[in-house]
Structure formats: C-alpha cells, structure tokens
C-alpha cells in the first residue's frame, strides 16, 4: 500500500512564493509536508504559543521559565561553586604556608667530615652485622623447613604441616622480629 493511500488529503491555496518556501524548510525537518506542518503545530501548542507571540520577555510563561532558570542557576553558585572554590583557595593558602614552614624548617648544618678509614670501618661493621642477621634467618628458615611434613589428605588439597610447638614458633617469630628491628635501626641511624 502506498503511502499516500493511506490519507485522504485536502488542498489549501498559499502564495506561491509561501510554498517554495516552506516546501525547501520541508525538506529539512522531515519526511513530508504534512509532517512538517504538524510537527509545527505541535511546537506551538506544547509550547503554548502563537506565531504572533513575542519571544522576548513579554510573554509571561517564558518569562517565568527564564526567572527559573536564573533562580536554579544563582543556587547552584551559591550552594555549589562558591563554596568549592572558597576550600579550594584555602588549600592553596595552607599550602603556601606549608611550603614556607617547610623552607624554615629545614636549615642544614654542616656536617661533621670524617675520614676515609672511619667510613670504610663503618660500612664493614654494617656489612658484619647484616651478614650475621642472614645467616641467623637462614638457619631459622632451614629449621622452618626441617621441621615440616607433608601430609596427603583425602578429602581435599594436600598440605604441609609445621611440628614445631606454640613456644617454639613463638620464639622464632621474636627472633625475626628482633633481627628486623635492629636492621631498620642500624640502616636509619
């Protein structure tokens, strides 16, 4: 069935320079002319107008939606903006004044110089001291693995088990715990 089958249709008469017109303003908005002009009747009546209303600030229902737009405008200023950029500059001040705290705080003075032999004594006797701290976590670590057995289950994954006692792995913990805080006092010193 062909589309204008469809409609019956009804002539009106228009100027012909009115029809040039609106048939190329036609192509624009849609498919037909009759689809067209509804779509504009439907803008005027949703819209409450006429085409003789002014769309300036005469009209009262446009007005209104201007002075709402404005009003939703103001308050997200006032609630939104304002307030962010009033944070946001005290951050910067706090940040200024951080900063120049910071410059205050940090003089350094002159270090003591020492020699070549007091240095290379010092990084020999922390190499010692590390080297020692490894050897005593390696044996604790074979003593770790020495004591574990693997044990097959038969209702789920197999494991290891560690047969040490509660003392015993407590002891080795204080142990590890004690190397690793001499280590981190001996590096930040």
Do not use: C
């Amino acid at each position: 069935m062909n589309y204008h089958q469809k409609y019956s249709f009804s002539a009106i008469n228009i100027k012909k320079k009115v029809a040039t017109r609106f048939r190329s303003f036609s192509k624009q908005v849609s498919y037909s002319h009759t689809e067209t002009l509804e779509a504009m009747m439907n803008f005027f009546e949703w819209n409450e107008l006429t085409p003789n209303d002014n769309l300036g600030v005469q009209n009262n229902s446009i007005k209104k939606r201007i002075n709402a737009s404005i009003a939703i405008l103001k308050n997200i200023e006032n609630s939104q903006t304002k307030p962010t950029n009033a944070m946001l500059e005290l951050l910067f001040q706090q940040n200024d004044e951080n900063e120049q705290e910071e410059d205050d705080f940090f003089e350094f003075e002159s270090q003591e110089l020492i020699s070549e032999n007091e240095e290379l004594i010092y990084y020999r006797n922390q190499y010692d001291i590390i080297k020692t701290n490894y050897y005593l976590l390696k044996n604790e670590f074979e003593t770790l693995l020495q004591s574990t057995k693997y044990v097959r289950n038969n209702f789920g994954a197999s494991h290891y088990k560690l047969n040490i006692t509660k003392e015993e792995f407590e002891s080795i913990k204080q142990k590890l715990k004690n190397v690793y805080h001499h280590n981190t006092t001996k590096i930040n010193e």
